[in-house]
């Protein structure tokens, strides 16, 4: 690899070997007034302890200088206000053995550096102590190693915790919340006054240090003071004490449950800064405006091939149910070396729902090669000859970047590649600004459950330039600031590697979103029922686009610039040989509308199991319209069951002079043509609410159907509702023209006539 940015001391001498390389012939002379490591006792073999000697060093101030690889196993290492630390750096040549840096400190991660007000950090390798046994990475078998040590269980240390009360005895129950993920639970042992023991009994993400605590029930009262550490088992490997003007620049921090987390440190400044980490950089309570240039989160442990040694990929050779219902994969004896607890994607399997996500291999066989997808279901028929077992040995299941609580960050070209999430903004997180981002991800395992860009909680956020591809969901916005504020997406190039899912490539659910410029292309879009505002003003096209509800479409705007791509499939069904019998494909003029394909006249519902996504249609023969997908028509895990009622709907005729009501059987039809001699407007009333629902097959609270009343007479015809029914926009009908009208059951007896749009006969 290239020597990366801006450097403070020259890019040294050849690749080293892992355990003591020797001093490289070119090294650069020591920083003037600079302190060396060995001027304290340190060793720098990469095996003697050398924690008390550097502390020794860092304790006297000043700039110490390190050129070797200095193993920190008792302790952490804490920088003082004003310290710095320089090494000599040298990007080792390559994605795969960034580990064998000249200038390396080696730290139990237990025990991570810990950076305070005035510090630097800058041309030092730092690296988890227990992930050296597993590098160099040739094996498939060590890929896996490598990401089950990134993925630890999370581990809780305790202090200043004390029992106050009568006959406290039993133990009370400890909320962590304020981190990464959504909070974890501990029972606390109480005893001779202090915190005896910590158990773990519901595990969660995993948090920087000191997150926010609460402690409830067993009769125990604790001290206001209480302070809790938090870390992953694997341990963090940087930490940004509450204080100022901390700078990091040309640093490696690999191998650790957490690269960098900050807590309450205020103007962060840095460039070029890699991390290797289950979760790659997470800041919490950052302020005064951080200035950040190219901090990435990516793979450096992992090579990026050849293939078989760490994505290996092979043919399904057989698919089929086992003793327990669940999902039992073939493949060929030892095409891979798998074992149980392994996460495999299974790609492209026709006939058998398989959700895209990593599932957890379970009761493997080697000597058959064939094991079971835990927690899986089979349904289906495997049409033998499709499907292919995938690994990702890149996969970090954390976030690469993750902020909450901070105002006014500034960073300048991001790049994240191979964690589940992208960029994940949390709740507090204001005014924060990311330029020429670049995420990405491995595009084989078609993984449904990653984002590139997740706001659960922020406001004001702006992402500008750069791409997000080959996660599942490009932009996932779930909640945001209660005072609001719109989210931008601008000039991003966004993508999805799960393009038939509608909300692939952008979920919208609540809030202010707006996606502006860029190129949109492959997946669908979905905005949810309480959804407060998305605009779509794309440079590109994009297929589907799903609405929740009514409301959820009148809170879209759709720019004239943003075209949906002609032809792109939404969603397909499968025969029972596998074969597709149904596909929902965008019309061929593009714009806000699906066509059915079928070689049948199909009535009933439609079910893409593969992914979970249900899509009700209405089989309009009479007019060969086109089904599009307002409302619920795309049904997505935890969404608005709503769909377009399912029944083949001939078209009806209504001749009368007159105005007249317009009867259930009537309205249930696919096309109302109204005909009739008319001398003035007239008006036709709906029937009522309850009697418009049975005669659309005792319709469900939820369910909806479209109807279209053409006016084929010499006057204007006016559409008036009927007991239990509200009408929505425009009720008026020229002569020669038509109007489409949304039903949507919303209670036992009532029902919402919404007026979606008209044109010409």
Not at 98 to 105: H, K, Q, V
Not at 453 to 459: F, H, K
Not at 586 to 592: K, L, R, V
Not at 594 to 605: E, G, K, R, T
Request: aromatic content about 6%.
């Amino acid at each position: 690899m290239p020597c990366r940015g801006m450097l403070i001391l020259l890019c040294a001498g050849a690749a080293m070997a892992a355990g003591a390389p020797a001093r490289s012939q070119t090294a650069p002379a020591a920083p003037f007034g600079a302190r060396t490591a060995e001027s304290c006792g340190a060793v720098g073999d990469g095996r003697a302890d050398d924690r008390a000697a550097l502390q020794k060093c860092l304790d006297q101030g000043g700039i110490l200088y390190l050129d070797k690889r200095y193993n920190v196993a008792s302790g952490g290492l804490n920088l003082p206000p004003g310290t710095r630390v320089v090494g000599q750096w040298r990007p080792s040549g390559g994605w795969g053995n960034n580990w064998a840096g000249p200038s390396a400190i080696i730290l139990n991660p237990a025990h991570p550096i810990t950076m305070q007000t005035n510090t630097a950090l800058s041309g030092v390798l730092v690296i988890s102590r227990g992930v050296l046994p597993l590098l160099p990475v040739t094996t498939f078998r060590q890929t896996m190693a490598l990401a089950a040590y990134l993925h630890q269980g999370a581990g809780i240390t305790a202090a200043r915790i004390t029992r106050r009360g009568a006959g406290c005895t039993a133990a009370p129950t400890m909320r962590v919340t304020g981190g990464a993920g959504h909070g974890f639970a501990a029972r606390l042992t109480m005893q001779d006054g202090g915190l005896a023991a910590v158990t773990i009994t519901d595990d969660g993400d995993q948090y920087p240090a000191n997150p926010a605590v609460r402690f409830t029930g067993g009769g125990c009262e604790t001290a206001p003071e209480a302070v809790v550490t938090v870390s992953g088992g694997a341990g963090t490997g940087i930490v940004l004490a509450p204080g100022d003007d901390m700078y990091l620049e040309n640093v490696d921090v690999l191998g650790f449950n957490v690269g960098i987390s900050g807590n309450f440190a205020a103007r962060v400044q840095g460039a070029n800064v890699f991390v290797d980490a289950d979760q790659g950089i997470l800041l919490q309570n950052a302020y005064s405006n951080p200035v950040i240039y190219n901090w990435q989160a990516v793979p450096d442990l992992t090579p990026p091939g050849p293939e078989p040694v760490t994505n290996p990929t092979t043919p399904l050779t057989a698919l089929a149910a086992d003793a327990h219902g669940q999902i039992r994969v073939g493949m060929a004896a030892g095409a891979i070396d798998f074992r149980d607890g392994d996460p495999v994607w299974i790609a492209g399997a026709d006939g058998v729902a398989i959700a895209q996500k990593p599932w957890t291999i379970v009761d493997y066989d080697a000597q058959a090669g064939t094991f079971s997808l835990a927690g899986s279901v089979f349904s289906g028929h495997w049409k033998p000859g499709t499907g292919t077992i995938v690994t990702n040995g890149f996969r970090r299941q954390g976030p690469g970047w993750w902020l909450a609580q901070s105002t006014g960050f500034d960073l300048t070209s991001p790049q994240v590649f191979g964690h589940d999430i992208g960029f994940e903004v949390a709740a507090g997180a204001s005014w924060v600004n990311v330029t020429n981002l670049g995420v990405d991800n491995e595009m084989r395992t078609q993984d449904a459950t990653t984002s590139c860009i997740l706001i659960d909680g922020g406001q004001w956020v702006t992402f500008s330039g750069g791409s997000c591809s080959s996660q599942g969901v490009a932009v996932r916005q779930i909640s945001v600031d209660p005072q609001g504020g719109t989210n931008t997406v601008s000039g991003v190039m966004l993508a999805s590697n799960d393009n038939r899912r509608p909300g692939s490539l952008v979920t919208a659910l609540a809030g202010a979103l707006a996606i502006v410029g860029g190129a949109a292309q492959y997946g669908g879009i979905y905005v949810g029922p309480n959804m407060g505002h998305l605009m779509l003003a794309t440079g590109g096209t994009h297929s589907a686009i799903t609405y929740a509800s009514p409301a959820a479409q009148a809170a879209t705007t759709i720019s004239a610039a943003s075209r949906f791509e002609r032809g792109q499939p939404v969603a397909e069904s499968r025969d029972g040989e596998g074969n597709v019998s149904l596909r929902l494909d965008a019309t061929p003029a593009g714009g806000n509308a699906w066509a059915l394909q079928s070689d049948a006249d199909h009535n009933a519902a439609f079910v893409d199991q593969s992914d979970r996504v249900t899509v009700w249609w209405a089989n309009r023969s009479g007019f060969n319209l086109p089904v599009p997908l307002y409302g619920s028509s795309a049904i997505l895990p935890g969404g608005v069951s709503t769909s377009l009622m399912r029944d083949h709907r001939p078209d009806t005729d209504l001749a009368s002079p007159g105005g007249t009501r317009l009867a259930g059987a009537l309205l249930a039809a696919a096309v109302v043509i109204r005909s009739g001699a008319q001398r003035a407007a007239f008006t036709d009333t709906t029937d009522s609410a309850r009697a418009l629902k049975d005669a659309a097959h005792a319709a469900q609270i939820g369910e909806r159907w479209r109807t279209r009343i053409a006016n084929t007479t010499t006057a204007t015809e006016i559409i008036a509702p009927g007991t239990g029914v509200t009408l929505l926009g425009k009720a008026r009908i020229p002569p020669g023209t038509w109007r489409d009208f949304d039903f949507t059951v919303t209670g036992p007896d009532a029902i919402t006539m919404l007026s979606v749009g008209g044109g010409m006969n």
